[in-house]
């Protein structure tokens, strides 16, 4: 690992995944700011900076004694708020958050990046990947203002390692949830209508995986800017991977073979950067 940091800012602390961020940092024994738009009440950090990362104030206060950046402040879907307030107040708050760290001399910074960015999950018709399984190289169809947000997050973040050479990563999360809670629901839903997951490519990450992947991402031996798919190896489908695709994405080339439930995503990325591997996984949970 990389010198390990004194003191971690999590933006959009209070959402689960920054919940499940917090908890790790805490077993990890490091000191964490938690930054939210809203008082976020009882959480594991020993300070808390209410205000949003869009405010370059709020987040220069909010970098104080700051040695990296877990930077997951965002509207996460494009369905809550009209389309010009995602897009901008996404892209807005990852400049400030970044532009700011590099002002202070920050020289980490993990990204919350989306699968969304890929265009499939919100766009107004079915979209289908050029390739599988998909890797960070595949071409973006992108229709929404959400994962043109996204988009725009990779691209700030690799601006801003040329910028101010910090080391950035982005980290392109599927559905989150628990293997024990949400996304054993979500399994249930998708089993009773599987092109319901289509657009998502059936794939998941447990919260506690999301976090671990976060803290490799400021902690691991790497330098200069990365786009990092992570996801579980496995998804949220009992159909076979190859039967799914040749139902829901048939003109998608195939690169490799996929057996049994392998997710179609190329997670090699997040294994030789980051040393990144998902623990929790619905087989696992069952």
Request: proline share 7%.
């Amino acid at each position: 690992m990389a010198d390990r940091p004194r003191r971690v800012l999590v933006t959009g602390a209070a959402g689960g995944l920054g919940r499940a961020v917090l908890a790790l940092l805490a077993a990890e024994e490091v000191a964490v700011t938690a930054l939210d738009r809203r008082d976020p009440g009882e959480v594991r950090a020993d300070r808390v900076v209410v205000g949003t990362a869009c405010d370059p104030g709020v987040v220069r206060d909010a970098l104080d004694g700051v040695e990296a950046v877990i930077h997951l402040a965002a509207t996460p879907a494009p369905v809550l708020g009209p389309p010009e307030e995602v897009f901008s107040m996404n892209a807005r708050a990852t400049y400030v958050v970044l532009e700011e760290a590099g002002q202070a001399g920050v020289g980490r910074a993990a990204v919350a990046s989306s699968l969304s960015v890929l265009g499939l999950a919100w766009a107004a018709r079915p979209l289908h990947p050029a390739y599988v399984p998909v890797d960070e190289r595949l071409p973006l169809q992108i229709e929404d203002p959400y994962a043109l947000s996204k988009q725009a997050d990779e691209a700030t973040a690799e601006m801003m390692t040329r910028r101010f050479g910090m080391t950035t990563v982005a980290l392109r999360f599927p559905r989150l949830g628990e293997v024990d809670g949400k996304l054993r629901r979500t399994e249930e839903e998708w089993a009773a209508d599987p092109a319901a997951g289509a657009r998502e490519l059936w794939a998941y990450l447990d919260l506690r995986d999301a976090a671990r992947a976060a803290w490799l991402a400021v902690t691991r031996p790497v330098q200069g800017h990365h786009v990092v798919s992570v996801a579980a190896p496995d998804t949220l489908s009992a159909v076979p991977t190859e039967e799914l695709l040749s139902r829901f994405h048939p003109g998608s080339e195939r690169r490799g073979a996929l057996p049994g439930r392998t997710v179609p995503i190329d997670l090699g990325a997040a294994e030789r950067l980051l040393g990144f591997a998902a623990r929790h996984t619905m087989g696992a949970a069952s």
